[in-house]
């Protein structure tokens, strides 16, 4: 186990690391290993990169983000001018499908509705707006509507947690009620929590992933 200034250390250095944040703008603490982001950065990409860049230092069990969004004056940009941003980027990604996504722009803040039928879809639709210039942040309300729930869904997610996570497979719960999946047990770092959950979120017709795994060294 690492103690709390080795962990605040080891994010601070992995903070440093990433090209895409400017790390000085971004306080780091650490508790038990749950560690918590605070300060400002000039981007929403910023911000999220952040989040990421913490998560893969081993020994992070939870992470808390406070960090706000401060755009500097040549990134303003009007709600107008960033929805019509935000469409394009919509129609302009091959893997959100065409007229099921739509936009609402507040103050910079970027809320997405709409209906697809794959997690991917919803994930793309999000990548495609958070790194527009002048936007602050990303609420993905997009919602599932698949087609097919197929019967062995619980099977084709162990066959995949096999593939994907091979050291993690027999430590997972699932329970698979309908289109929901269930995932208990513990992983021994993010990148395989993460690995986990998307797998989960991978099999055909699944809309809701309930994931209380715990990372555990």
Same mark, same amino acid.
Do not use: C
């Given at each position: ?16 690391? +990433? ?20 300060? !400002? ?24 983000? +406070? ?16 929805? &019509? ?9 091959? &893997? ?18 709409? +209906? ?9 639709? +999000? ?70 959950? !998307? ?19």
């Amino acid at each position: 186990m690492r103690s709390d200034a080795e962990l605040r250390s080891d994010v601070q250095a992995e903070l440093d690391w +990433e090209p895409a944040i400017k790390s000085t703008g971004i306080g780091v603490a650490a508790s038990d290993g749950v560690v918590t982001l605070t300060g !400002h950065v000039a981007s929403h990409a910023e911000k999220y990169a952040a989040e990421r860049a913490a998560q893969r230092v081993n020994g992070v069990k939870a992470l808390a983000v +406070e960090i706000t969004v401060k755009l500097p004056d040549s990134d303003q940009r009007t709600d107008t001018d960033i929805a &019509l941003a935000v469409e394009r980027g919509l129609a302009w990604s091959a &893997l959100v499908p065409a007229d099921k996504v739509k936009a609402m722009v507040e103050n910079g803040w970027v809320t997405l509705t709409g +209906e697809v039928e794959w997690d991917y879809q919803r994930k793309a639709a +999000e990548k495609a707006v958070r790194n527009l210039m002048g936007v602050t942040g990303v609420s993905n309300l997009i919602v599932f509507t698949p087609k097919v729930v197929p019967s062995d869904v619980e099977k084709r997610l162990r066959d995949a947690l096999e593939r994907q996570a091979d050291r993690e497979a027999e430590q997972i719960d699932i329970t698979v009620t309908g289109s929901q999946i269930k995932l208990r047990g513990t992983v021994h770092s993010w990148a395989e929590f993460n690995a986990v959950q !998307h797998a989960a979120w991978s099999a055909p017709g699944v809309t809701s992933v309930m994931n209380d795994l715990v990372v555990q060294d």
